[in-house]
């Protein structure tokens, strides 16, 4: 099943899968024009999870990329939240159990961290 995760909560999110010895990622979907607008390397470091960059588009060709680990805590974003949904449930398919769709994607994100602009 994917779960919801709303971007004001990505920040306590990861500090509990650090605290239950996790590694938290957020896969981000969206292209690299999207990225270019709107990135969340200095959030990633901030909130400490581990960004993983891949749209989309070429998502099929770097499934190797991803944790091998089922149960590694991932969530994906994307710009308003549809693509990353799509990803998280491809990726639930595929048998990775601990899968988390960012709701609202980075747009959302943006009204509750004005450091991302909007796009």
Same mark, same amino acid.
């Given at each position: 099943?994917?779960?919801?995760?709303?971007?004001?909560?990505?920040?306590?999110?990861?500090?509990?899968?650090?605290?239950?010895?996790?590694?938290?990622?957020?896969?981000? @979907?969206?292209?690299?024009?999207?990225?270019?607008?709107?990135? @969340?390397?200095?959030?990633?470091?901030?909130?400490?999870? @581990?960004?993983?960059?891949?749209?989309?588009?070429?998502?099929?060709?770097?499934?190797?990329?991803?944790?091998?680990?089922?149960?590694?805590?991932?969530?994906?974003?994307?710009?308003?939240?549809?693509?990353?949904?799509?990803?998280?449930?491809?990726?639930?398919?595929?048998?990775?159990?601990?899968?988390?769709?960012?709701?609202?994607?980075?747009?959302?994100?943006?009204?509750?961290?004005?450091?991302?602009?909007?796009?």
């Amino acid at each position: 099943m994917v779960a919801e995760l709303a971007p004001a909560q990505v920040a306590d999110w990861a500090e509990q899968m650090r605290a239950d010895g996790l590694t938290p990622y957020v896969l981000d @979907v969206r292209e690299d024009w999207e990225r270019e607008a709107a990135h @969340v390397e200095q959030q990633a470091a901030a909130q400490g999870f @581990v960004l993983l960059t891949e749209p989309m588009s070429r998502l099929g060709a770097a499934l190797d990329r991803l944790p091998d680990d089922p149960d590694t805590p991932l969530a994906c974003l994307c710009h308003h939240g549809v693509r990353s949904y799509h990803v998280a449930h491809f990726l639930h398919q595929q048998g990775h159990d601990a899968i988390w769709n960012i709701t609202g994607g980075i747009d959302a994100w943006a009204t509750v961290d004005p450091a991302i602009p909007r796009y």
